[in-house]
């Protein structure tokens, strides 16, 4: 039987990373049949403004992308994008799920709505934040996560002005950009860019810092077959989707 969870996920950038992940449960559960379907959604602009993410988050935009979803039978849908749920406030983002999830007739969440759902199940409290974003849009998701409960002790702002600029960062980068958030307080690291490439170096970037590292497709997924109600255990995709963190 094949569980499918539908991704709307908004313009290009990394959108890739889905069929990483899904190849990746695969390989470990090979019993499952899982699909991670992406389905765009229009975006007027993906500069890393508040007002350029509100709009990319509008409900007419995630309409359209629930209407061509129905195709794949999902059984539950995920808007896959952090900055256009969080600068909502949390509030905001659980009313945007839920217009997403009566539009679908299935259960719904978003990327950061994942993140406060991952740090809940991982019990972390207190987490470093390594954001593509300018400072003033990444500040977004320290309220939001101060308002889920969970306490923000470094946040390290990249000012990467655009989505797509995002999306071309490599490895290298990526590892870079976390050594400068990076504090002993914290009990992981979260990178909150669906348009940044993150899924081939979960676990390296784990054993790395020693922490758990939450990067914004991973948890959009691992949010997305939660809510089918189905377990997967993928080391691969580091400790939230292994057996032992539950």
């Known amino acids: 039987m094949t569980t499918a969870v539908a991704m709307l996920y908004p313009g290009h950038a990394a959108e890739d990373d889905y069929e990483l992940i899904e190849a990746a449960i695969g390989a470990a559960e090979p019993a499952l ?14 500069d890393h403004t508040i007002e350029a993410m509100a709009a990319v988050g509008e409900q007419d935009r995630l309409a359209d992308g629930v209407r061509r979803a129905h195709d ?14 969080f600068v909502y406030g949390f509030d905001g983002a659980r009313r945007q799920a839920a217009d997403v999830a009566r539009r679908a007739g299935r259960p719904a969440s978003s990327t950061s709505l994942a993140f406060a759902e991952a740090c809940r199940h991982l019990g972390l409290s207190r987490i470093a934040i390594a954001a593509t974003y300018p400072e003033p849009l ?22 990467i002005g655009t989505a797509t600029e995002a ?21 992981a690291i979260l990178v909150p860019d669906t348009a940044l490439h993150t899924a081939m170096w979960i676990t390296d970037l784990e054993a790395r810092f020693g922490k758990p590292v939450l990067t914004a497709n991973q948890v959009t997924a691992w949010e997305g077959l939660r809510l089918t109600g189905l377990t997967v255990d993928v080391p691969r995709l580091g400790s939230l989707f292994t057996y032992a963190a539950g």
């Open 33 to 46: 049949d899982v699909r991670l379907p992406v389905l765009i959604t229009a975006v007027d602009s993906d």
């Open 72 to 85: 794949f039978h999902p059984s539950a849908v995920m808007w896959a994008c952090t900055s256009g749920s």
């Open 138 to 159: 990444a500040t977004r998701f320290t309220g939001f996560l101060a308002d889920a409960g969970v306490e923000v002790v470094a946040l390290r702002a990249n000012d």
């Open 167 to 187: 999306g071309t960062f490599d490895g290298d980068g990526l590892f870079e950009m976390l050594t400068r958030a990076d504090c002993e307080s914290a009990q």
